[in-house]
């Protein structure tokens, strides 16, 4: 029985000894640490070639120059691409009213059938252009704002309106 009392009496002073030693080094931890926040780190942070290094990671990969702003200060060489051509009414009317006016298709008057068109033009150009461009669900179909072409100018739209209707008379 002297054995275990032994053997108990050497694992707890291990444990102890173990244990002493485990928050020794938890506390040069802490130590080390503190020390190297409160000096090495701010030299660090402070030097010119590190704040220089964030500066880059940290730099946007492109930069949005609006018409107006100073191109120079930005420090970039911008190209400006140049503007859109303005379509004409035919040039309109032949990449998008055509899918809908050219074969009639979801109730769409045909471009030149003059009893298809008598009506809206009875309507007046107002309705007729606020249609166009505002889109317009009836009896005889939908027809979606500008005819689904929502990157035309106001004024293409109507042009192309103005077009159809010179060839529907």
Not at 43 to 57: E, F, G, H, I, T
Not at 115 to 139: F, K, M, P
Request: aromatic share 8%; proline share 4%; charged share 15%.
């Amino acid at each position: 029985m002297a054995s275990h009392t032994t053997d108990k009496h050497f694992f707890d002073l291990f444990m102890l000894i173990v244990g002493g030693l485990i928050g020794v080094t938890f506390g040069l931890f802490l130590l080390a640490n503190y020390i190297s926040s409160n000096t090495q780190e701010v030299y660090v942070l402070q030097d010119a070639s590190y704040q220089q290094q964030v500066d880059m990671n940290i730099k946007p990969v492109a930069m949005v120059a609006l018409d107006g702003d100073d191109v120079a200060a930005s420090g970039g060489v911008v190209t400006v691409e140049p503007v859109a051509v303005i379509l004409t009414g035919p040039q309109v009317y032949n990449q998008a009213c055509i899918a809908c006016h050219g074969a009639g298709v979801g109730g769409a008057p045909v471009v030149g059938d003059v009893a298809a068109w008598s009506a809206r033009i009875a309507q007046s150009n107002d309705v007729l252009t606020d249609h166009v461009l505002n889109g317009v669900q009836s009896d005889a179909g939908y027809m979606p704002p500008k005819g689904g072409r929502i990157d035309l100018s106001d004024a293409e739209v109507i042009s192309a309106m103005d077009y159809m209707l010179d060839q529907s008379r």
